[in-house]
Every structure is written in structure tokens, then in C-alpha cells.
């Protein structure tokens, strides 16, 4: 693995010849402050609150979903899935919490119901052929034949089904040696016939759905009581002894683990020492040291409050612990690679990333889901509040979920065409997962005016296990600097969609040398 280079006082971290971030431009103020939400409503104590309350939900969700359902473990992903859906919301102009702006959205869309039936009875592989997909097969069944024992009331033609399964792969199993093609697999076409639309699995689906609304009902009804409680006060057992937020620096020893560690109360949050240098750099470029050496200890205090709420949040919002070593996870937060975001700098004139943190930024000009803890940090406020943007040239990069999705493509739809007049390009990176709504809306008339390729396609192919991103958690403490740790070979394709209007196109043209060199950029490089 190509390692980072960071040496110089004052300036960014390098790999490959390119630093991990620039703020070397002057800030650019898109929207109003007017636009996003203050500080006012974000504390430390809230925040920490918030951390105890979101747990507390987390394990009540868990809890339901083993009770009620019989599931180990909440399905992969399921509880980022229904936050992000409440986040992609409008929230302009409407007190709601930050995190949990829409606290009832899972009994009025069928994400979360969705993600817990398709565990019934097991999330069917599609990419699986010979051996393993027969083991998957038989993992299926067995799952199967449990859920019958707990739907007593399941009908006859269920249950005889689940038999013919049985007799199915009884009868096949033995194909599991005979050398074939994927597309020629039987266990791989049955697994595909299990969770068709007719298929054995929305059968299943039929008579659990009842067992899922109720765990539904209390995720509602609890995210409901979450919110109200942080709309108040914080009670005054609930607030610390003391509200000052200390800090201790990264130590040099500690080479790639140096982590500043900030304490607020009995909680700590270990973040990389790479990131906590980026995130004072950032605070900076935004909220410059005061001149008057007697102002520098407040400045100094409230960064410390800043970055703890800014910090608490994000882990709050991931759900996992940077003080666990080998956390892992949090891919629907990744990045593209710094190499593609100078050459977009470079090419195509991008200043601003419209889905973006003030942890995984390449540029000081973002938008991001928190206003309210990242304005300090450089946010532009949400995207999906945003009502048009100036001309220019952005990057796009929005959470990996097809709701998050499709409500990207309709937004950046609704851009283009009120900017019909000016010069926008979007360049947006998307995951190659055909039949996806958002997808489908990219791929279709509504956005042929606005598409630009130079082969014909709607859009450009990184290829899975051919192209690289940063991890979504690359601010934890064991990560940072350690490239092994920031960095990860994305499993599957990447599109990459160029959305311009015709002003955009003639000052900023995707030519097949550009596409090319974007594929390149993207490319993982070889080991050392």
C-alpha cells in the first residue's frame, strides 16, 4: 500500500504526489447564513444526550427485531438506511432535531419494512454459482423450515413450497460439481426464482409483514420520544458538573496512531491526528486566530466545543466506536480518492463538493448533512434545501442508498433545469446497481439534455475491485494516517455521470481523454 507522506509544518499530508486535501482557495459563501440552521440549539451536553438516547434506540431496535422477529441482529445497514431517508428531507425554515428531522418516517415508507422482510426467509445471493451458491441454497431452506415452526398459522401451500425446496435441492445437489458458467448455474437461477417478485420469498414476506410493522411501531414510537426530549432542555441531572470540553494534542511517539483526545465530562473521543490537524485547518480558514493575543483562549475553548459537537455527532450518526481498534464499516460515508478530486479541480474548475463532511472534505466550500455543528467547519448548509446554486462546476457524491439516491437524481434534475440559462456541471459518482430508481431516472429522457459522453453510454465505468475510495470512518483514531486503513478497494462498479447544461458543456467538455484520465484517477494503485 502506497503510504501517506506528512512531514511540513503547515501543510497537507501527501500520497501518490497529491495532498489529501485544499483549502488553498478563499472560502466561497454560496447560500445565505440566513439559510441553515445556528449553533444556538447545539451543545455539549445535547450532544452527549444525544449519544446516550440514539444508543438507547439502537439496542431498543435490536432488542425488537430479535423478540419480535427472531432476526440475531437488525439488518446490515438498516438504521443508517433510515436516517439518511429522513436527512435527504427539506428541512428550510422547519424546527426539527438535526438528526432525527423526520423521527415517524419508517411507518410511512417502506424502507425499513423492506430491509427487515428481506431477511425472510434469508437474503438471497445473486452472484453466487456452483458450490457456494448450494450452500446458500441450503442455508435458505433450513431458514425456511425455522419460520414455519414459528408461523403456526402459515398456509398449506407455504409449507408444501418449502417442501418442494427440499426435494429440489435433494435432486440437483449433485450438479454442484459439474464446471459451469455462472449464467448456467441451477442454484444460481433458483436462488434468483426465490426472491422474484412471485417468489417463495415475498410469499414469506405475506405473513411476516405484521411481525415487521410491529417492530416499526416501536422504532416510531421511540425515535418520537428521542426527538421530543432533545427539543427541551437538558435536564439538570442530565448535565455535567463542568461544561468546559479539554484537549490533548497528538504526541509525535505515537507515529501513524497519534490521536488527539477530547474529553467532555466522563466521554472521549479519540480522533487521528491527520484529521484533527485537517479539521483545525478548517476551523481556521473559516473563524481566522485572532490578532489580540488576549482573545486567542476563548478562540482556542470554543474550537474545543465545536470540534467535541461536531465529532460526537458524526459518531452518533455512524453508530460505531472510534475507542473500538479495527472499527470498521461506514462505506455509505466514503469518498472518491483525492487523485480524482485535484484532477476534477484541475479539469473540469470543481470548488465545491455538494455531499460532504468536515472529515472526508477535499475543499474548505461543502455541503453536508449537520449545518448546525458544520457551518464553523465550512458547510454551505444541506443540499436538499437548496432551492438553485450559482454557476460553476461541483462534485457530487450523495450516501449509497437508493432512496438517497433517487431523491439526488430528481434535485440535480430540478438544478439543471432551473439553470438552464448559466454554465453548471455536476459530476456525480453513483454505484453501479442496475434498476435502481435513481438510476433509471439518470439513464432516462428527462436527463438526455443534460448528459455528456464521448462513447455513447449515459455514463462512465469504474469497474468493482478496479477502483479505490477513502473508508467512510477515516477519522478514527487507528486509521488517519495508516493508508492501509483509509483507503479500500471498492467491491463494485462505479458510475461516474457528467450532468451539464449546455453553457456548462462548452466551458467545461468531457472529451475521451478526460474520461480516460478520470478512470486512471480512480484506478487503486499498485502496491509499493
Known sequence: MVPIKWGCEGTAPTRLGEALWDFGATPVHLVS???TSTLDEATPARELRRAQLMQGLRAQYTEACRKIMRLEKPPDDSVDRWLLEQLAQPRLGVHTDPLLPKPRIASSSRVLLRELLAE??????????????????????????????????APAELRDAVAGLRRWISENEGEARARRKAEDCPFRGKLLELRADSGLSSRFHVEVEPLALKVIAIVDREAEKVAMELSSPVEPGNLPASDEVTLEEPSAKEGLRAAALLRYSADQI????????????LYEAHN????????????????????????????????????????????MHAAAPETVFSWLKTEFGVRCELFASPLNCYFQTFFSAFPDVDRPFGSQGSFFDLSALPEGSYEVGPPYTEEVLELTARKLLSLLQSGASVALSFTLFVPDWPGAGGLNL??????????????GGAFVLAKGRDHHYVTGVQ???????????????????????????????????????????????LRSPPPM
Not at 439518470?442 to 462513447?455: K, V
Open 33 to 35: 447564513p440566513a439559510q
Open 120 to 153: 425472510v426467509p434469508m437474503r438471497c445471493p445473486t452472484r453466487m454459482y456452483g458450490a457456494p451458491a448450494l450452500e446458500a441454497l441450503q442455508r435458505y431452506l433450513t431458514s425456511a423450515e425455522r419460520w414455519l415452526t414459528d408461523l403456526p398459522q
Open 270 to 281: 479519540r480522533v487521528s491526528a491527520l484529521h484533527y490537524c485537517k479539521l483545525r485547518k
Open 288 to 331: 481566522p486566530l485572532p490578532q489580540d493575543a488576549a482573545k486567542v483562549a476563548q478562540w482556542e475553548q470554543t474550537f474545543r466545543r465545536r470540534l467535541y459537537m461536531l465529532l460526537r455527532r458524526y459518531i452518533t450518526f455512524i453508530g460505531l466506536d472510534p475507542s473500538e481498534e479495527g472499527s470498521c464499516g461506514g462505506n
Open 442 to 455: 439518470l439513464d432516462g429522457p428527462e436527463f438526455a439534455a443534460y448528459r455528456r459522453s464521448q462513447h
Open 475 to 521: 477519522f478514527f483514531a487507528d486509521a488517519g494516517a495508516d493508508a492501509a486503513r483509509r483507503y479500500y478497494t471498492v467491491p463494485h462498479g462505479t458510475r461516474v455521470y457528467v450532468l451539464q447544461t449546455d453553457a456548462g458543456a462548452a466551458r467545461w467538455p468531457l472529451t475521451e481523454e478526460r474520461e480516460r484520465d478520470l478512470l486512471d484517477r
